[in-house]
């Protein structure tokens, strides 16, 4: 089975001006799957748990801001009267997805949430960064050590937005209960420059951070077999009992803000997989990061809950492929990434 975690509170983060990451995102998944899934409000009270992941001098300039009106607090991430309340039900609501995973009642659930948050470290901007990307808190840090401390031991955080997860990264780097595995666009073309392929991890979390740096106009085609000969094998033989997904829809061809080529094919094709590991792991919770095509958003999301769903579902796009040239570099990553993961992992 699987839920929903929303609430409204989440369309009150506003912009002050024209901004790509505004509320219709959100509405227009609330309005796809209306009605067809069970829907249930975020975990209120999550002060407790930010303070866990980000330093508090961190969360106090976030409230003063909130306390200030509409501003941008850097470049392009802003804050309006309305953000600290939906930026910490957000990440309430992984930690009412993690709840409803653990207690065994849903096999997946689905946190609809607004900011997003994976680009934000322990202070706020992560990894030398220009910008925080729109987001506030990382909701999927923050769900991760939550389910750390109620009975998880191994914590899986899949990454497929386009872009890096330069602050799940940071939080993570050093912790070896947490294997963060992100498929981005190539950092040396897009925000945030970070996710290289010797970015493995230190001390004893050495070896438990994957980047896989895929170069622009990358499709469905190679795609797939990037998760076919990198990423299924090693959350397999890490055994997870939890899987956290930072789920982006940026990556789709349709997406204006990066060059990827992905179809909803490949969206499928995550899902399914995921969802066959259901039993293997206790459960798996999706966190909206970014995508900002509204009609990607929509069918998208309704795309995973018809999956997860067990339902039959029509893909009206076809499978995208790699021109030759894209291929030849695809191939070298997926080689780099294989050379220097086999000093953690089995790989072919």
Not at 282 to 287: A, D, I, K, P, T
Request: net charge negative; proline share 5%; hydrophobic share 40%.
């Amino acid at each position: 089975m699987i839920g929903i975690i929303y609430d409204n509170a989440y369309l009150e983060h506003k912009p002050p001006r024209s901004h790509i990451e505004n509320p219709s995102r959100i509405m227009t998944i609330i309005k796809s799957i209306s009605g067809t899934v069970t829907m249930e409000k975020p975990i209120n009270d999550v002060n407790e748990w930010l303070l866990k992941v980000h330093d508090q001098d961190y969360v106090r300039r976030i409230d003063e801001a909130c306390d200030m009106g509409y501003v941008f607090i850097d470049a392009d991430t802003y804050v309006s009267p309305g953000t600290c309340k939906a930026a910490r039900l957000a990440v309430g609501a992984v930690l009412k997805g993690v709840d409803k995973v653990l207690s065994g009642e849903w096999g997946t659930a689905y946190a609809v949430v607004r900011p997003p948050g994976h680009h934000v470290g322990r202070s706020g901007r992560a990894l030398m960064a220009p910008t925080q990307g729109f987001c506030i808190f990382n909701n999927v840090a923050v769900g991760a050590v939550y389910a750390l401390e109620h009975g998880f031991n191994k914590v899986v955080i899949l990454d497929v937005d386009v872009h890096h997860g330069n602050g799940t990264q940071e939080i993570f780097y050093e912790d070896p209960r947490v294997l963060y595995v992100s498929l981005h666009q190539d950092p040396l073309t897009i925000y945030p420059g970070t996710g290289f392929i010797d970015d493995v991890g230190e001390g004893e979390g050495e070896g438990f951070n994957v980047n896989v740096p895929l170069p622009p106009f990358t499709a469905d085609d190679a795609y797939m077999n990037a998760l076919d000969r990198v990423v299924w094998p090693i959350i397999e033989e890490f055994r997870p009992q939890l899987i956290l997904v930072s789920l982006g829809f940026d990556a789709h061809m349709l997406d204006s803000i990066a060059n990827l080529r992905l179809s909803l094919n490949t969206y499928a094709y995550v899902f399914r997989r995921l969802r066959n590991m259901i039993g293997k792991v206790r459960g798996v919770v999706f966190v909206l990061e970014g995508g900002y095509n509204s009609d990607t958003l929509s069918r998208g999301s309704r795309l995973l809950i018809d999956i997860m769903s067990n339902r039959d579902v029509e893909i009206d796009e076809g499978v995208t492929q790699t021109e030759p040239r894209i291929m030849a570099r695809v191939n070298s990553v997926i080689k780099d990434v294989i050379n220097t993961q086999r000093n953690y992992w089995h790989l072919a």
